[in-house]
Every structure is written in structure tokens, then in C-alpha cells.
């Protein structure tokens, strides 16, 4: 970027007309942020004065799939590519109708409280974790035989796995140290030295539904001089926000409960600003995802198309919503497994049987929600796993027998899928891994939606009743 004292007044003129732009867009977010959660999900940045001042009236948000924007002249386009005035150039480096997806989902990652956030949207759930660890990986040294290392839990999506162990360990020389307990303190201060980079969790995690304790693991980091950089793609921010417990920046896979239709593929970053790090670069440390957006972001590619972003952007209006009726769905649902004799386990958090259930009910809030004591309502999301009570040859059978709930990787969504995480999402990571992840061959990962619950429990009744 450079200075403005080496910019023509032509360009000058630009850079001045845009911070009237910037100081609107500023106090339509300071609006915002007094909003509700489900009217900031249906409204986000998209104030009736962007309507019909930008965007000819249009009610709902924009699709921008023009892959380019044009400019008046040599100074705007300086300006522009300089990053000096709002611009979106070129839908790699961003796009209007992703602008509005990012600043909607950094307003409700931070909502009830007075944190400040930036948002990047990405391509998938998976680059979105790629570009959210990346840059605190590179050497600080610049020397060959620099040791870095990070700390992650080990419960957590096969891809990620893949990601840290395959890419960044084997490939590499990046030391993954995996936490087996992560509701373990020492455990995570053990593997804490001053190589380590950053701290990752998935909260809750996929399959086996990990958690922990987001605000002792945070203020850990903390003292480290490290981020903590929380998955919270299960929970979704109307059931939980990590940034406010004390994590610097979220990863979510949109394609995920977040756009519970099936139709997209997309993540998205959200960080905090004045994250912590031992990264010595200021930019980045002041605010990350505008900084890993601006540059990284860019030159890896892995945009977002603005289509998925359109898509995301409907269907968030209504996620407090939707994570309701699921959560409500697979506690019933969750209830029936376990007095099932042909099933050995249930993992659902909202058991009071599970044996994280009283973390969980520290973390899992429906955001806006009351019961008759003005206490807020957990709900538990819409994952779960349960174990049969037989061979892994039985489970197949079982699950082969569903003839409701879909057999397919896929989870979040509004119809009820299934898999057996052994033989398809954890396949690849060895049986090895799958133990020490707590995975076996008799595991079906159960992901409810919008049915009505008691059709689910009658499909799975018969294909439990199969063996
Ligand atoms: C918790 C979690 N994080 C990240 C991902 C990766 O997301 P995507 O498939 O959008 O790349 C997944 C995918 O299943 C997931 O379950």
C-alpha cells in the first residue's frame, strides 16, 4: 500500500470522496450492532439507503457475478488498486454481494457484545481452515531449519486431519501436536512451547462431538502469546459465538448447517481485532480478516463464487430459526437411540447421560432464546453419533436399511443424513488415527433436519429393528 503523500490530487480527490462512504458504512454497522440477532441475520450491511442509492431499490441483496468492476478514471483505478477508497476490483479480491455475506456474518459472530471483527469468505469450509492457520506457519526467522510447531484436538473433520497431518506434518516439516483430552488444561499447556504458532479446536467437533472449554483454552493461548482459532461449523453463531468467550478468529465450512438447502460449497473466516500473536506483523495483528482477505486470500485464490454467496446470505436470514427446530428434532430423536436395544451408544451433548453434557450447557445457547426463568435455552445442534449394538457388518446392514434418511457424507442439512464415518468421512486417516479419534466401524453419524422427528424415528426403529 502505499503512503498518501505519493499519491496525485487527482487520486487524493477519490480517497476524500470515499471516507464519507466509509464513515455511512461505519454507522450503519454501529445501527447493526444494536440489533437483534434475526434482524441482523435478515439485514446484515444492507441498509434501505444501499438499496436505493446503490443498488436501484432492490429489497433483497444483490448477485454481482460481474467477475471485474470499472472505473471512472486513471485515479479512481489507482485509488482502487492502492486499497485506498471501497472498491472490489476483481471477485478474487472481493465482490459486493460477498462484502454483504462478510459483514453479516461478523456482526453475528460478535453479537451481544462490543467486539470489533472482519470477515473473508472462501471457496470451502477447508480453505477457509487452510487460510485461517497459514499465515502464523511461515518463518519467523527466515531460517531453513526453523521449528515450528502447532497444537490442535485430534477429534475434529477428517479433512482437517488430512490438512495438518499429510500437508503441514508429513509434507512439510510443520509439527501438528494433537490434544486426545481436549477438556485436559495440561494436556494443552504441555504441548505449548515457544515454537507453537497458534491453538485449534473444533468446537463441537465432527463426529464425536469433542468440546472444550473455549475460555480456559483461550486465556491459555493467551498467556502464550498465541491464537486460539476455534471450528465452530457444527454450532453455527446462533448457538455459539467463540469470539465472545475469548477465541481470536472462527472457521466455518458454509456449506454446512449455515446453508442447510445443499446447494453451495463455501467458508468463511471471522477474526477479532487485535488478535494475539507471536507473528510479528502489525497489519495482520490489528485486524486479520481484512489483512488475510487484502493479501493471502488474494494471492491464493480461493474466492468464493458470489452465487454461493447469495445463496448463503438467504438462507442465514432464517438460521436462528432452523437450528431451533433441529436442535428440538435431535433431542427427541437422540432420546429414542437411547433406550433402543440394538443401539450400545448414544453422543449427542444434550444428554444429560453425555459425559461433556454440563460443559455443553455452559457453551450451547440458543442466541435470543428465554425459558419461564429469563435463563437462556440450550440447544445442542443437529449432529450425533450412536454406536450399534453388533458387528461392523450389522452396522452396514442398518444403515443400508434407511429409507428416509439419506446415506451420504454430508451433514447440516435440511434433510436427515447419515454415514458411517469409518468406512467414508475418517476412511483415509487409518485405523490408527480412527481409534486414537475415538472412531469405530459400528458408528453411524446421524445429522437431523427438517422432518418432522417422529418420521425419522420410525425409519431408523426399522432399519435398527433389520439386524
Ligand atoms: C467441522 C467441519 N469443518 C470443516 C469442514 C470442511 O468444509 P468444506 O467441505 O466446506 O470444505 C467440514 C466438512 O465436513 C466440517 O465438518
Not at 116 to 122: L, P, V
Not at 302 to 328: G, Q
Request: glycine letters at 6%; a negative charge; aromatic letters at 8%.
Amino acid at each position: 500500500m502505499s503512503s498518501n503523500q505519493e499519491l496525485s490530487p487527482g487520486v487524493m480527490k477519490y480517497i476524500k470522496e470515499a471516507e464519507k462512504i466509509i464513515q455511512e458504512r461505519k454507522e450503519y454497522w454501529n445501527r447493526m450492532k444494536k440489533a437483534k440477532f434475526d434482524t441482523i441475520a435478515v439485514h446484515g450491511l444492507y441498509s434501505i439507503e444501499e438499496a436505493y442509492n446503490k443498488n436501484q431499490g432492490s429489497v433483497i441483496e444483490p448477485l454481482y457475478l460481474s467477475s471485474s468492476q470499472c472505473f471512472k478514471d486513471s485515479d479512481e483505478l489507482e485509488a482502487a488498486l492502492a486499497y485506498k477508497i471501497p472498491a472490489w476490483i476483481y471477485t478474487r479480491i472481493a465482490n459486493p454481494t460477498i462484502y454483504y455475506l462478510e459483514q453479516t456474518f461478523a456482526l453475528l459472530e460478535t453479537y451481544g457484545t462490543d467486539l470489533e471483527a472482519s470477515a473473508c469468505a472462501t471457496a470451502s469450509g477447508l480453505s477457509a481452515i487452510f487460510l485461517a492457520t497459514e499465515p502464523f506457519l511461515i518463518k519467523r526467522t527466515r531460517k531453513i531449519d526453523e521449528k515450528i510447531n502447532f497444537v490442535a484436538t485430534i477429534q475434529c473433520y477428517g479433512g482437517t486431519y488430512q490438512l495438518f497431518n499429510l500437508r503441514r506434518m508429513e509434507e512439510r516439516g510443520i509439527e501438528v501436536r494433537w490434544i486426545k483430552d481436549a477438556t485436559d488444561l495440561n494436556e494443552w499447556e504441555e504441548k505449548i512451547d515457544e515454537n507453537t504458532r497458534f491453538l485449534y479446536g473444533e468446537m463441537p467437533s465432527n463426529p464425536q462431538l469433542g468440546i472444550f472449554d473455549i475460555e480456559e483454552v483461550a486465556k491459555l493461548a493467551h498467556e502464550h502469546g498465541v491464537p486460539l482459532i476455534v471450528d465452530s461449523t457444527i454450532a453455527t453463531p446462533a448457538l455459539l459465538r467463540p469470539l465472545v468467550h475469548g477465541a481470536d478468529i472462527v472457521v466455518h465450512s458454509l456449506t454446512k448447517s449455515a446453508t442447510a438447502s445443499g446447494y453451495i460449497i463455501g467458508g468463511i473466516i471471522v477474526a477479532r481485532k487485535n488478535i494475539v500473536t507471536n507473528i510479528d506483523n502489525d497489519e495482520m495483528r490489528e485486524n486479520f480478516g481484512e489483512w488475510v482477505k487484502l493479501w493471502p486470500f488474494r494471492d491464493y485464490g480461493p474466492c468464493l463464487s458470489p452465487l454461493n454467496a447469495i445463496f448463503t446470505i438467504s438462507e442465514i436470514k432464517t438460521l436462528r430459526i432452523k437450528m431451533d427446530h433441529f436442535s428440538r428434532s435431535s433431542m427427541k430423536i437422540a432420546q429414542f437411540l437411547e433406550s433402543h436395544p440394538k443401539v450400545e451408544r448414544v453422543d449427542y451433548l444434550g444428554l444429560p447421560s453425555h459425559p461433556l453434557h454440563k460443559l455443553a450447557k455452559k457453551y450451547f445457547k440458543l442466541v435470543d432464546s428465554e425459558d419461564e426463568n429469563g435463563n437462556p435455552v440450550n440447544r445442542y445442534g443437529h449432529l450425533m453419533s450412536f454406536n450399534v449394538a453388533g458387528s461392523a457388518e450389522d452396522t452396514r446392514k442398518v444403515y443400508d436399511n434407511l429409507k428416509l434418511i439419506f446415506r451420504a457424507t454430508d451433514l447440516g442439512r435440511i434433510k436427515s443424513i447419515a454415514t458411517i464415518p469409518a468406512i467414508s468421512t475418517h476412511q483415509q486417516q487409518g485405523e490408527e488415527a480412527r481409534k486414537e479419534a475415538n472412531i469405530p466401524p459400528q458408528m453411524i453419524r446421524l445429522c437431523v433436519g427438517g422432518e418432522d422427528p417422529d418420521d425419522l424415528i420410525k425409519d431408523l426403529d426399522q432399519a435398527l429393528n433389520s439386524i
